[in-house]
């Protein structure tokens, strides 16, 4: 169970009941307050194994809270990435602003590029307007998974990338 930060679209103390289901491993951002036995806390920059060293788990980072996870497994790699995204506040940021917040997260995506990833879970959020995509477009450039899953969409499934 991964969970990237504290935000209620990502984290519950919920997921702690479901510990009585069977070997659940908790890995959690560092900045989540949480107190479970079978957690891993987690940084930027980790790199660990779990479950006999069959499932590899590497933390990158974020353009907003918490950590994205790169997860390698005997049968496919996955990326989620948490909120990490181009978050391109066009109406609420100065010029200047809006190149740093895309150089931010153009600078953490290329440290994933040339790695397989079968399958990406990335932001899509309506709130960016018209920038909604921005994020999976670059995402699908420099990274080139073999399929993304967008996240923060609901109702716009018929956007384009």
């Known amino acids: 169970m991964f969970a990237s930060h504290n935000h209620h679209d990502h984290y519950n103390k919920k997921i702690f009941d479901w510990s009585e289901w069977g070997n659940i491993i908790y ?90 990833i079968d399958v990406a879970f990335v932001p899509e959020d309506p709130r960016l307007g018209r920038n909604a995509g921005r994020g999976i477009k670059y995402f699908k450039e420099i990274v080139s998974p073999g399929r993304i899953i967008p996240m923060h969409f609901p109702g716009n499934a018929g956007l384009k990338y």
Request: hydrophobic content about 35%; overall charge negative.
């Open 27 to 116: 890995i959690l951002d560092n900045g989540i307050k949480a107190d479970c036995p079978q957690s891993i806390k987690v940084h930027e920059g980790d790199d660990f194994n779990i479950f006999d060293d069959k499932i590899n788990v590497r933390v990158y980072g974020s353009t907003d809270e918490g950590v994205s996870f790169l997860v390698k497994t005997g049968e496919a790699v996955f990326f989620h990435a948490g909120d990490l995204n181009d978050w391109y506040w066009e109406d609420e940021s100065t010029p200047e602003e809006l190149i740093e917040y895309e150089g931010n997260y153009i600078n953490v995506i290329k440290k994933l590029a040339g790695q397989k």
